[in-house]
């Protein structure tokens, strides 16, 4: 199926450990995004890479870090969690041009403990 | 910082109506989008309408965008239980990100 995967679905860990999220598209897109949704749904953009380079980066604590080893492949490392780092993470890809429709993940619901 | 903003946050409807769903924004915008998010899952792409469009429609969806007061409207018109879900627009000011508002919960009741 074409479409972009995330693993795991859920990730529950404790305060302190360092965790990975991994998410993969096979849809031939440029460009990949990390978002994070909080238990209000608000959806905040934290990353995005256009074939392997880092092009957007919001305020975001480097305690993450994105990783994009291809342009189909974009994964977020996550150091010393915390609490507040507890909520959804959607990973998202878009093709080139002008219109940035954007094709998202099931998302990963991550619960720091 | 938040772009959208919709309004209403939730919006309860029997089945067969109408439901109408309307956003706001506060900068210059290249496009407009809508998605759909149902429980536990990834967002879905509706539809997009750009700066330059007044009105769009796909199926039973019907996108409305005024720039100058920087709204837009999603109208889901026959609404069906498979409705149910959050929707969002996201602004598009052509700086290659989306910026979401906190959506609308739409429920249908059969």
């Known amino acids: 199926d074409t479409a972009v995967s995330q693993t795991p679905k859920y990730l529950v860990t404790q305060m302190g450990n360092d965790k990975s999220i991994k998410c993969e598209q096979n849809?031939?897109?440029?460009?990949m995004y990390w978002y994070k949704q909080d238990s209000k749904k608000f959806l905040k953009i934290m990353f995005s890479?256009?074939?392997?380079?880092?092009?957007i980066n919001e305020t975001v604590p480097n305690r993450f870090s994105p990783k994009s080893p291809d342009k189909a492949h974009l994964n977020l490392h996550i150091n010393s969690l915390e609490l507040g780092d507890s909520a959804v993470y959607f990973c998202a890809s878009s093709p080139s041009g002008e219109y940035n429709e954007q094709f998202f993940g099931p998302g990963t619901r991550l619960t720091v403990l | 910082s938040q772009q959208g903003e919709e309004d209403p946050q939730a919006l309860s409807i029997q089945e067969g109506e109408n439901a109408t769903m309307n956003c706001s924004y506060k900068?210059?915008?290249?496009?407009l989008q809508w998605y759909r998010q149902n429980s536990g899952r990834g967002l879905v792409h509706l539809i997009l309408i750009r700066s330059n469009e007044r009105e769009k429609h796909s199926g039973r969806l019907r996108v409305t965008l005024d720039t100058s007061k920087k709204s837009s409207s999603l109208l889901i018109t026959a609404s069906r239980a498979a409705d149910t879900a959050s929707y969002f627009c996201?602004?598009?000011?052509?700086?290659?990100?989306?910026?979401f508002g906190q959506g609308t919960r739409l429920t249908i009741n059969p």
């Open positions: 890479y256009n074939n392997k380079e880092l092009i």
């Open positions: 900068t210059s915008i290249n496009n």
């Open positions: 996201a602004t598009d000011d052509g700086a290659q990100k989306l910026v």
């Open positions: 849809l031939g897109h440029d460009t």
